[in-house]
T-cell receptor
Framework: AQTVTQSQPEMSVQEAETVTLSCTYDTSESDYYLFWYKQPPSRQMILVIRQEAYKQQNATENRFSVNFQKAAKSFSLKISDSQLGDAAMYFCAYYSGNNNDMRFGAGTRLTVKP | AAGVIQSPRHLIKEKRETATLKCYPIPRHDTVYWYQQGPGQDPQFLISFYEKMQSDKGSIPDRFSAQQFSDYHSELNMSSLELGDSALYFC????????????FGPGTRLTVT
C-alpha cells in the first residue's frame, strides 16, 4: 500500500524568509501524482501545487515550488518570501489512478513569525 | 469560479441517530470523493463515485452509505452514529481525465454527542 510520510510535525519561518517542508512516499507504481494541500484555520483544503510523476521538471506556482526526486521518492515543498497568510497545516498527498483515492501525510503545521 | 458546495456546514447529532451530508460538485465534474478528517488527523478516504457508479472504496464503515445522483450531487448517509464519528467530512470533485485533480469543498463538521 502507498504511504506518505511527513517527518516534520511543526515548522516555523520568519516572514519573507524561505522554508522547505519535507515529504517522502512509498509506492511500487510508476504513474502517479503528488500534491501539496494547505489547510488554514478555516479547515478548507486548498490545492497549492501538483506534480505528475512522469514529468522531470519540478512544478512551480508563484512563491511555491517543489523538489521532486522520483528515485528517492521525495517531494519537498519550498515556500519563498513567506507571508503571514501562509501559516497553515500543509498536507502532502499521493494519488494513483489504479486506486482512485488520495493518500495524505500526517501534515506539517507551519507558523510564520512577523 | 464555482466551487464544491457541501451542506450542512455544521451538524450536531446524538448517538445512534442518523445523518445525511450533501455534496454538490463543481459543474461538469463527474467524480465525487468523500473524506473523513478526525481531530488532529489527516483526511482519510471513504468512498468515490464516477458517473453515478461507485468507483472505489476506502475506510468507510458499514454503517455509512453513499450514492451519486443523476445531477452528480452526492449524499453520504450515516446511521447508528457513534462518538467517534465526530469529524470534518470533506467532499471533493474532479472532472474527466483529471481524476487526480481534486477540488475540495469547505467540509461539514459533524459533532456526535
Amino acid at each position: 500500500a502507498q504511504t506518505v510520510t511527513q517527518s516534520q510535525p511543526e515548522m516555523s519561518v520568519q516572514e519573507a524568509e524561505t522554508v522547505t517542508l519535507s515529504c517522502t512516499y512509498d509506492t511500487s507504481e510508476s504513474d502517479y501524482y503528488l500534491f501539496w494541500y494547505k489547510q488554514p484555520p478555516s479547515r478548507q483544503m486548498i490545492l497549492v501545487i501538483r506534480q505528475e510523476a512522469y514529468k522531470q521538471q519540478n512544478a512551480t506556482e508563484n512563491r511555491f515550488s517543489v523538489n521532486f526526486q522520483k528515485a528517492a521518492k521525495s517531494f519537498s515543498l519550498k515556500i519563498s518570501d513567506s507571508q503571514l497568510g501562509d501559516a497553515a497545516m500543509y498536507f502532502c498527498a499521493y494519488y494513483s489512478g489504479n486506486n482512485n483515492d488520495m493518500r495524505f501525510g500526517a501534515g506539517t503545521r507551519l507558523t510564520v513569525k512577523p | 469560479a464555482a466551487g464544491v458546495i457541501q451542506s450542512p456546514r455544521h451538524l450536531i447529532k446524538e448517538k445512534r441517530e442518523t445523518a445525511t451530508l450533501k455534496c454538490y460538485p463543481i459543474p461538469r465534474h463527474d467524480t465525487v470523493y468523500w473524506y473523513q478528517q478526525g481531530p488532529g488527523q489527516d483526511p482519510q478516504f471513504l468512498i468515490s463515485f464516477y458517473e453515478k457508479m461507485q468507483s472505489d472504496k476506502g475506510s468507510i464503515p458499514d454503517r455509512f452509505s453513499a450514492q451519486q445522483f443523476s445531477d452528480y450531487h452526492s449524499e453520504l448517509n450515516m446511521s447508528s452514529l457513534e462518538l467517534g464519528d465526530s469529524a470534518l467530512y470533506f467532499c471533493a470533485s474532479s472532472a474527466g481525465q483529471s481524476h487526480y485533480e481534486q477540488y475540495f469543498g469547505p467540509g461539514t463538521r459533524l459533532t456526535v454527542t
